[in-house]
């Protein structure tokens, strides 16, 4: 599954980790987070985020 980077941040979406500080289990693709779904650490939007190269 492909990781992906918040451009304002740098903090990385790996699906095989899940985001535990959102309750995001492991497994969950970056396609499938809610829409209103937003970065962790800056609260950045989802569309913010870019896919690892």
Not at 17 to 28: A, F, M, N, R, Y
Not at 35 to 53: H, V, Y
Request: overall charge negative; some cysteine.
């Amino acid at each position: 599954m492909d990781r992906y980077v918040c451009t304002i941040c740098g903090h990385v979406y790996n699906p095989e980790k899940g985001e535990s500080l959102q309750d995001i289990k492991p497994g969950v693709a970056f396609a499938d987070l809610p829409a209103d779904w937003a970065c962790p650490i800056c609260f950045a939007s989802k569309d913010q985020f870019k896919k690892e190269e």
